[in-house]
């Protein structure tokens, strides 16, 4: 009996180690997204946070005008944007902002042409 207890320990914690990589976030970093940074870079500015511990309690810290700063966060689907090898020969235009934007599992993402609604790539 007393190894079942040992063998479910041991099971425990190392289901606990995994927690952090299963949620897919580095120590510190807050649930949900960045919006995306379209702005010019203005590369003279240093960066205002490190990471999202340094950020209100609904913000993260993102890249915006090619700096780090405090930015109301987003809410993000799962899976990620597939990629897209295209060059584009037409003017940007945006069909989305951000994936609450999209229908269903559908992502916004950034393509040759702008960010689109695209199924998320598997893997």
């Known amino acids: 009996m007393r190894a079942w207890g040992l063998l479910l320990l041991v099971a425990l914690l190392a289901l606990g180690s995994q927690l952090p990589a299963a949620l897919a976030r580095r120590k510190g970093e807050k649930s949900g997204g960045c919006p995306p940074d379209d702005g010019p870079c203005l590369l003279s500015v240093p960066d205002h946070c490190v990471d999202d511990s340094q950020c209100p309690a609904r913000m993260k ?63």
């Not at 890249?63 to 993000?76: M, T």
């Not at 037409?90 to 951000?98: F, G």
């Open 61 to 123: 810290c993102c890249y915006k005008a090619c700096f780090r700063q405090c930015v109301r966060k987003i809410s993000v689907k799962p899976g990620s944007c597939p990629e897209d090898r295209l060059r584009c020969l037409s003017p940007i235009q945006h069909l989305c902002h951000q994936d609450s934007d999209c229908k269903g599992s559908a992502r916004c993402c950034l393509g040759a042409c702008g960010r689109d609604c695209r199924s998320p790539a598997r893997g």
